[in-house]
């Protein structure tokens, strides 16, 4: 027996499973009405078509979507980081301020996990640089169709979450010997996590792009000609929908993910790798037929999307990193924890391994746990005996003062944790860290591609995978480490020794002279038409990483409209 698609009851659907959809729709009228999709130019079927139309139908029905529903929108001070760049939410009431399109710019992004939040707070952080207004607009925030259909999607039925709850309870107690990834595979990953995007299914794609398309009531509040940077594919569908004609859509990972493209927006890739198989759409079809090549004004090459206060400072942070090994002082790693990477066992085998040296003031451990407090009540009570070298700081408040005194000044050795009461601070946070650590235990996720040495744990998913052969490749991460064995004997080798630190420095140091950390600044070039000129940049801006402003390059926002 059949299971029953959660959203329209048709058959469930799996990534590949294209011949199931069409054996159910032969058994559907389908005349000239209904529209046959395509990505492109590359048309699916008008059995798919169907599918898609029905499947949007569904959407609309449960949640009583209104074509005509006003959205008033207004700009307010955003508490957690309008101090650092001078940043604006928007909100729906109509109590704040107008939201003025005059050199400005929209970030727009989704609270998922933390990976989009930081890619979004790259383009921000970089438009404050250029001396541009940026305004944040996280979809899931605003009441609505998009905060309903996103909830559902992500968390899916009751029966989902159970399955998602007794999976992860599980993985927690896998033994440390064994890689860190799902063991079910990725059959029953599909059932637990409906949020996730398919890289390989065109029909996929436009099935999201059509259903997310309900999300262009909201963006239809907004000026349609103000630039607009986008950090999900979901929120590129509905600015694109809204009416939006200026809309660059950020694509950070080292994999083509078919899912990221939308017609009608500019798509900043980090990766030539990723340029040119998206370019060609490279083995993107879930049947056996070549693509359409992408159009050559859909995409640009930007490089990685990296915060401009590390990317400014990239020389004098790794040359306090070389000064530190050199007096021999204590190495400073830092380590990310969320909900999706806790991986509580590790934590500990890594904290049990290396108590030796951190009580020698051998090394000093910085554990972020960004506003996950789960995963440090657990790690707490692994580690009480420890208690005596472990210090707290539980704001940002906290945090920056931390970082600030440590970051020309001696550290004890000794293992720090941060928390942290909101999401942009959680975030952010670990950007600030990294700027005063030596290496940063990661996933290979979007940290992969920031500019700080890096040891790489296992990857989940061939994205990861791809994430740390790219970190790699460029010299400023390790290889992926697969087993708890493997982590450790990166952490005892980069402690002990300096020839790694100064190896990932130097390639550091060399990627950002030939314009590899650039890409944030490249998109809101590109989305707001202000010239981007590194040198000038860095001439303008003092040590501290304050932002300058920039000459206005009339050609850019021309060459942008092209991508319409």
Not at 17 to 39: A, C, E, G, M
Not at 172 to 183: E, G, H, Q
Not at 318 to 338: G, I, M
Request: charged share 20%; proline share 4%; net charge positive.
């Amino acid at each position: 027996m059949q299971k029953a698609s959660l959203i329209t009851g048709l058959p469930f659907l799996t990534f590949n499973n294209i011949s199931t959809v069409n054996s159910v729709l032969r058994k559907t009228k389908v005349d000239n009405k209904n529209p046959q999709y395509s990505l492109f130019e590359n048309y699916i079927s008008l059995l798919q078509s169907k599918y898609i139309s029905l499947q949007k139908n569904h959407i609309k029905k449960k949640f009583r979507f209104n074509n005509d529903e006003p959205y008033f929108l207004t700009a307010s001070e955003n508490t957690g980081l309008s101090g650092i760049f001078n940043l604006k939410n928007i909100s729906r009431n109509t109590e704040g301020d107008p939201v003025d399109k005059k050199k400005s710019v929209l970030v727009t992004t989704i609270r998922l996990e933390y990976g989009h939040y930081r890619t979004a707070l790259a383009a921000v952080s970089c438009a404050n640089a250029m001396g541009i207004m940026p305004y944040w607009l996280d979809i899931l925030s605003v009441p609505g169709i998009t905060t309903e259909l996103i909830n559902y999607k992500c968390t899916g039925s009751p029966l989902q979450r159970k399955l998602k709850q007794l999976i992860n309870a599980i993985t927690d107690k896998i033994p440390i010997t064994i890689p860190w990834k799902n063991p079910f595979g990725d059959a029953l990953l599909i059932l637990t996590e409906t949020g996730k995007s398919n890289t390989g299914s065109l029909l996929k794609t436009l099935k999201e792009r059509e259903i997310c398309g309900l999300f262009g009531n909201l963006f239809s509040a907004m000026p349609h000609d103000m630039p607009c940077i986008s950090a999900h594919a979901w929120c590129t569908a509905g600015a694109v929908s809204g009416g939006m004609t200026n809309v660059v859509t950020l694509v950070p990972e080292n994999i083509p993910l078919i899912s990221s493209l939308c017609e009608g927006a500019l798509h900043a890739v980090s990766s030539p790798s990723v340029y040119y198989a998206l370019r060609i759409l490279k083995n993107r079809s879930s049947v056996n037929r070549m693509l359409k090549p992408l159009p050559d004004d859909v995409l640009t090459f930007t490089g990685n999307h990296i915060d401009h206060e590390i990317v400014f400072n990239i020389e004098n942070d790794c040359k306090q990193r070389l000064n530190r090994s050199r007096k021999d002082e204590p190495r400073r790693f830092l380590l990310t924890v969320n909900r999706f990477n806790s991986k509580p066992a590790l934590l500990k085998s890594i904290i049990d391994h290396c108590i030796p040296v951190i009580q020698q003031n051998k090394a000093a451990f910085f554990i972020n746990f960004g506003d996950y407090f789960p995963a440090w009540n657990k790690l707490q009570k692994d580690t009480a005996k420890y208690g005596d070298i472990i210090q707290v700081h539980s704001s940002w408040k906290e945090t920056k003062d931390f970082a600030d005194k440590i970051r020309n000044g001696k550290l004890e050795g000794g293992i720090h944790i941060f928390l942290h009461d909101n999401i942009f601070h959680a975030v952010y946070s670990t950007n600030y860290l990294m700027r005063v650590s030596d290496f940063l235990i990661t996933d290979p996720n979007e940290l992969a591609f920031y500019p700080v040495p890096k040891i790489l744990t296992g990857a989940a998913g061939i994205k990861q995978k791809l994430n740390a052969i790219r970190s790699a490749e460029t010299g400023d991460g390790s290889l992926e480490c697969r087993t708890t064995e493997e982590i450790l004997q990166a952490i005892d080798i980069t402690a002990e020794s300096n020839d790694i630190l100064e190896l990932f420095c130097s390639c550091i140091i060399g990627n950002k002279s030939a314009g590899l950390y650039d890409g944030a600044y490249k998109a809101v070039s590109t989305a707001t038409g202000i010239k981007f000129d590194r040198a000038r940049t860095e001439s303008r801006n003092s040590a501290d990483g304050k932002t300058g402003k920039f000459p206005k390059q009339a050609s850019a926002g021309k060459q942008k409209k092209t991508c319409k």
